[in-house]
């Protein structure tokens, strides 16, 4: 048997989870070794360090001649794992990028080995009824009122608001529709509207990082007659902020326009009861978009679109006879190919339904809860931190924007320049893995600001409390050197330490 004849075996089958656990065995180690030799939330050295080991054990990935299955894994994956960016370490806290359950993670072994394409019944028997009992739970939990909610598995908020835009054109044709939006929205709402060939939306000024909603009147008031679509958002990227969507949802109807709400970061608030309220007013939106691979703890990717009416789905109805022939649609095969508008696509809603079943809406509650009862925390600590201060305001679900005392002593700009310094740095040294967000301080000056969002179902404040400390310690280093006590250039601090 050659070195590559084990690659050759197949994962499904009767005999394909042996050999699954015989290599999953080696991942497992692999996992294991390439976290020990990381040490941290992520890789020392920076860019360069990075793809020099990586390289040295990937390389070549094409060789003439195959390594064998094990030496394979045993390779890439210790040099992926030693190089990652580890959301499941306390330290790593920039982005919305969770740590993903072990069940998730699990059941998405499973979907892989057994490969269903979720564009034809004949892929995908059991999968499909999975899907459709997974987006049914979701749909109501979205749109509880509704008497036929629906709901799609996406790759996430961007598809999502995508297909949200596609769907809103369709019902305004063949007048062209306007999009209306917050200047706080994410940046997919501008890029699908660029996609599918509307005006760029208009925006509408933001107050403390939600949309104003007077702002709101008085642009709806002057666009006059015609469909109009209004994107408010429930989470934030940078602060996690929730848009007003009562007051919202009321201008909207006053105007006879429609409103969408992208929720991919707080949809799963309405997991628990004593959270959901935030989100009051959410009812009222024809499509929501919620996501589950940042504050639900899914693998990428595990994305949802949700609308009031499974109705307004029809325009993605689309017959390919070799996928939803008539015939066979009447004779009883359902017709999956409307439910996305990509074709092959992978069984994410298996991985979902394994951790709502496992955890069920409680335990779900008791995850979401903890990750914003600790944001608060850590508010507090940064509050109380005589070195550092919060951005003026309440914690934005479980995100908190702060920066080094330091940094105000200096120019407005040399100072941003020194907070950028202090993520770089602590990037470098693999010691903690810090977002950036620019948002209005106090005084309403826009600054920029380091960006915890704390997405860890498990981490305790005590665990987070250490970051505190490796930012003034950063700090003061660049602070230092902005002041020309430890450059070794001559330079100025703000082309030094550019942000």
């Given at each position: 048997m050659s070195a590559g004849t084990g690659g050759r075996l197949l994962a499904g089958g009767e005999h394909g989870p042996g050999r699954l656990r015989?290599?999953?065995?080696?991942?497992?180690?692999?996992?294991?070794?390439?976290?020990?030799?990381?040490?941290?939330p992520l890789p020392a050295g920076g860019p360069e360090a990075v793809a020099r080991r990586t390289g040295a054990l990937c390389s070549p990935v094409l060789p003439e001649e195959g390594v064998g299955?094990?030496?394979?894994?045993?390779?890439l994956v210790r040099a992926v794992a030693e190089g990652a960016a580890d959301p499941a370490d306390p330290a790593c806290v920039a982005h919305l990028h969770c740590p993903p359950?072990?069940?998730?993670?699990?059941?998405?072994?499973?979907?892989?080995?057994?490969?269903?394409s979720m564009d034809s019944w004949d892929q995908a028997p059991a999968a499909g009824v999975i899907e459709e009992l997974t987006t049914a739970a979701l749909a109501r939990l979205i749109h509880p009122g509704a008497p036929a909610p629906d709901a799609l598995?996406?790759?996430?908020g961007t598809e999502s608001n995508l297909v949200a835009l596609l769907l809103a054109r369709e019902r305004a044709a063949p007048a062209p529709l306007r999009v209306v939006t917050g200047a706080n929205a994410h940046h997919s709402v501008h890029r699908a509207a660029w996609m599918l060939g509307l005006p760029a939306p208009t925006v509408v000024p933001c107050h403390d990082g939600r949309i104003d909603p007077a702002a709101l009147d008085r642009t709806l008031a002057g666009l006059g007659d015609g469909p109009v679509l209004v994107v408010a958002t429930a989470g934030t990227t940078d602060e996690g902020r929730i848009d007003p969507l009562p007051e919202i949802a009321r201008i909207v109807e006053r105007y006879g326009a429609e409103l969408h709400v992208d929720a991919a970061y707080g949809g799963?608030?309405?997991f628990s009861e004593r959270l959901a309220p935030r989100l009051a007013g959410l009812e009222h939106a024809v499509s929501v978009t919620f996501d589950l691979h940042k504050l639900g703890w899914q693998p990428v990717a595990a994305g949802v679109l949700a609308v009031a009416d499974t109705a307004l789905l029809a325009p993605l109805s689309l017959r390919a006879d070799y996928l939803n022939a008539d015939d066979d649609t009447e004779a009883g095969l359902p017709d999956l190919l409307g439910r996305s508008i990509r074709t092959t696509r992978r069984p994410d809603a298996l991985k979902i339904a394994a951790t709502f079943r496992a955890l069920g809406r409680r335990g779900l509650s008791e995850l979401v809860e903890h990750c914003v009862r600790t944001a608060e925390e850590f508010g507090r600590a940064v509050d109380a931190h005589p070195a550092l201060r919060r951005r003026p305001g309440g914690i934005g679900i479980s995100t908190v924007l702060f920066r080094p005392v330091a940094a105000d002593a200096l120019e407005p700009e040399a100072g941003d320049a020194v907070v950028a310094e202090v993520r770089r740095t602590l990037l470098m040294d693999g010691r903690a893995v810090l977002g950036r967000a620019v948002a209005e301080d106090g005084d309403g000056r826009r600054r920029l600001?380091?960006?915890?969002t704390l997405l860890h179902p498990a981490a305790a404040t005590a665990d987070l409390l250490p970051l505190l400390d490796l930012v003034t310690e950063a700090a003061e280093r660049a602070a230092a050197?902005?002041?020309g006590g430890g450059g070794d250039t001559g330079a100025p601090v703000t082309e030094r330490l550019s942000p």
């Amino acid at each position: 048997m050659s070195a590559g004849t084990g690659g050759r075996l197949l994962a499904g089958g009767e005999h394909g989870p042996g050999r699954l656990r015989e290599l999953t065995a080696v991942v497992l180690d692999a996992l294991e070794s390439g976290a020990r030799a990381r040490g941290g939330p992520l890789p020392a050295g920076g860019p360069e360090a990075v793809a020099r080991r990586t390289g040295a054990l990937c390389s070549p990935v094409l060789p003439e001649e195959g390594v064998g299955a094990e030496a394979a894994l045993a390779d890439l994956v210790r040099a992926v794992a030693e190089g990652a960016a580890d959301p499941a370490d306390p330290a790593c806290v920039a982005h919305l990028h969770c740590p993903p359950l072990a069940v998730a993670v699990a059941a998405e072994l499973a979907g892989a080995a057994l490969n269903p394409s979720m564009d034809s019944w004949d892929q995908a028997p059991a999968a499909g009824v999975i899907e459709e009992l997974t987006t049914a739970a979701l749909a109501r939990l979205i749109h509880p009122g509704a008497p036929a909610p629906d709901a799609l598995i996406t790759s996430g908020g961007t598809e999502s608001n995508l297909v949200a835009l596609l769907l809103a054109r369709e019902r305004a044709a063949p007048a062209p529709l306007r999009v209306v939006t917050g200047a706080n929205a994410h940046h997919s709402v501008h890029r699908a509207a660029w996609m599918l060939g509307l005006p760029a939306p208009t925006v509408v000024p933001c107050h403390d990082g939600r949309i104003d909603p007077a702002a709101l009147d008085r642009t709806l008031a002057g666009l006059g007659d015609g469909p109009v679509l209004v994107v408010a958002t429930a989470g934030t990227t940078d602060e996690g902020r929730i848009d007003p969507l009562p007051e919202i949802a009321r201008i909207v109807e006053r105007y006879g326009a429609e409103l969408h709400v992208d929720a991919a970061y707080g949809g799963p608030l309405l997991f628990s009861e004593r959270l959901a309220p935030r989100l009051a007013g959410l009812e009222h939106a024809v499509s929501v978009t919620f996501d589950l691979h940042k504050l639900g703890w899914q693998p990428v990717a595990a994305g949802v679109l949700a609308v009031a009416d499974t109705a307004l789905l029809a325009p993605l109805s689309l017959r390919a006879d070799y996928l939803n022939a008539d015939d066979d649609t009447e004779a009883g095969l359902p017709d999956l190919l409307g439910r996305s508008i990509r074709t092959t696509r992978r069984p994410d809603a298996l991985k979902i339904a394994a951790t709502f079943r496992a955890l069920g809406r409680r335990g779900l509650s008791e995850l979401v809860e903890h990750c914003v009862r600790t944001a608060e925390e850590f508010g507090r600590a940064v509050d109380a931190h005589p070195a550092l201060r919060r951005r003026p305001g309440g914690i934005g679900i479980s995100t908190v924007l702060f920066r080094p005392v330091a940094a105000d002593a200096l120019e407005p700009e040399a100072g941003d320049a020194v907070v950028a310094e202090v993520r770089r740095t602590l990037l470098m040294d693999g010691r903690a893995v810090l977002g950036r967000a620019v948002a209005e301080d106090g005084d309403g000056r826009r600054r920029l600001w380091l960006k915890a969002t704390l997405l860890h179902p498990a981490a305790a404040t005590a665990d987070l409390l250490p970051l505190l400390d490796l930012v003034t310690e950063a700090a003061e280093r660049a602070a230092a050197e902005g002041d020309g006590g430890g450059g070794d250039t001559g330079a100025p601090v703000t082309e030094r330490l550019s942000p």
